[in-house]
Nanobody, 118 residues
Framework: QVQLVESGGGLVQAGGSLRLSCSASGRTFSNNPVGWFRQAPGKGRECVAT????????YYADSVKGRFTISRDNAKNMWYLQMSSLKPEDAAVYYC???????????WGQGTQVTVSS
């Protein structure tokens, strides 16, 4: 019954911006770390960004640091990934996720496609 749904993906030119949203239902994640992952064709899934419950602590992959920003709105049970200065290598299926107990990523969305044209 828990569901995470991504939105905001699409086609964008290199150098452009895109904002991804994750909407959660079925339970509240206001006390849980949440994040974004991505998987490009032929590559493994990588962690892009994470954020703790109150937004004080964040993590970014080196490849996106300075270009992407993760944020959350606990009142709406949503979190976001603002992507700027997009590069062709950013093209991937992006997944939102949430932790439960034990630092494990237990909840996942189905993914949204981000395509970056050069």
């Amino acid at each position: 019954q828990v569901q995470l749904v991504e939105s905001g993906g699409g086609l964008v030119q290199a150098g452009g911006s895109l904002r991804l949203s994750c909407s959660a239902s079925g339970r509240t994640f206001s006390n849980n770390p949440v994040g974004w992952f991505r998987q490009a064709p032929g590559k493994g899934r990588e962690c892009v960004a994470t954020i703790n419950w109150n937004g004080v602590s964040t993590y970014y992959a080196d490849s996106v640091k300075g270009r992407f920003t993760i944020s959350r709105d606990n009142a709406k049970n949503m979190w976001y990934l603002q992507m700027s200065s997009l590069k062709p290598e950013d093209a991937a299926v992006y997944y939102c996720a949430a932790q439960s107990t034990g630092y494990s990523w237990d909840y996942w969305g189905q993914g949204t496609q981000v395509t970056v044209s050069s």
